[in-house]
């Protein structure tokens, strides 16, 4: 190759080098344009108690006007800073469901907090169930307010790290985020446009909506609003729900979705943090060929940040929608490669 042809080369890669850190970076400026809203005083409140060397706390915060998250957390006993992992559950799931991990967290030397999703837990009449979160996504559907669908529990996320940097036992420059399913999807979510989240971990939530779509998989996925959807098509005099008009259900309650904000333009913009995604092979709501377009974009991007160690994908053999325990165990482990408790 002529010297020439060889700075040629070099310019043009240092220009597509340019144009793709625009493009990612307007990329997170509409999604947080997006999911925005008036920021309001945390006013956070804080009930403490102490047993077996360990301190467990019921804390709420305000996330915007008129809505409180209420979250737990568990830490060794002392006044060091510790590095944070948050934990996200699923659909019809609360923070509650979440105490297991967060004691195993804690007995690593974390200090472990999860937070009821929007229109779970304790943020319900019922206080338990989806039924509620279903009821939210059909009002948005009819209404166009709001999103409840993923995008207002990130905001949730976004607003709980600004309450966990005003903490003196958490280390702001070491929080690290997990989530099942719904959770999952809020992990990389939050993630991709949060630098402040330094480790991530989704678990059975990294997918392509698009994919999905194209290739008559989004069914599943659909499934965990099944009566919300349902009642959108009655409304639309639509007797058969199929991908034209998931598209448009999509579009009304969780813009982007399948398209600038899906899994595979997302997830990469996690890099160079280190990330690790959980998924079953067999899981009909992350089919493994729109994961696999993720994965593909994520290599991308750490190869590009020449970060590749900091990027691996577990993927769970014949497995469904579940996180095995040893699954499990190894993201806690990638929790302590690299937010290092004891250091």
Request: aromatic share 8%; hydrophobic share 45%; glycine share 10%.
């Amino acid at each position: 190759m002529k010297p020439g042809t060889l700075m040629q080369c070099t310019v043009l890669l240092s220009l597509c080098g340019a144009a793709r850190a625009e493009t990612d970076e307007a990329r997170k400026a509409a999604f947080l344009k997006l999911i925005d809203r008036p920021r309001v005083a945390l006013a956070a409140a804080e009930e403490t108690s102490a047993a077996d060397g360990f301190v467990q706390s019921k804390f709420s915060f305000a996330s915007e006007a008129g809505e409180r998250v209420p979250g737990i957390l568990v830490r060794p006993a002392g006044d060091a800073r510790r590095p944070v992992v948050v934990a996200l559950h699923g659909t019809g799931g609360n923070k509650e469901g979440q105490l297991p991990l967060l004691k195993e967290l804690a007995a690593k030397g974390f200090t472990a907090v999860a937070i009821d999703g929007r229109y779970h837990g304790a943020r319900t009449k019922a206080g338990a169930g989806s039924a509620e979160y279903s009821e939210a996504i059909l009002h948005t559907w009819r209404t166009g307010q709001g999103h409840p669908f993923l995008y207002d529990t990130v905001w949730d996320i976004l607003r709980l790290i600004d309450y966990l940097e005003t903490r003196p036992d958490v280390d702001p420059k070491r929080i690290g985020l997990i989530g099942f399913s719904k959770g999952g999807m809020e992990t990389y979510l939050a993630a991709a446009v949060d630098p402040r989240i330094a480790v991530a971990v989704p678990c059975i939530g990294v997918q392509s909506f698009e994919w999905a779509l194209d290739h008559d998989s989004w069914q599943s996925r659909v499934g965990t609003f099944q009566k919300a959807i349902d009642a959108a098509a009655k409304d639309a005099g639509v007797a058969t729900i199929d991908a034209k008009f998931v598209r448009a259900f999509y579009d009304r309650v969780a813009p982007g979705i399948y398209g600038e904000f899906d899994g595979p333009p997302m997830v990469p913009l996690i890099a160079p943090r280190p990330l690790l995604s959980i998924n079953g092979d067999k899981d009909a709501r992350t089919p493994q060929s729109g994961l696999m377009a993720c994965v593909r974009a994520a290599e991308k991007a750490y190869v590009a940040a020449g970060a590749t160690d900091r990027f691996q994908l577990h993927l769970q053999k014949d497995t469904a929608h579940q996180v095995r325990p040893e699954a499990l165990a190894i993201g806690v482990e990638w929790f302590v490669r690299w937010l290092r408790p004891g250091a």
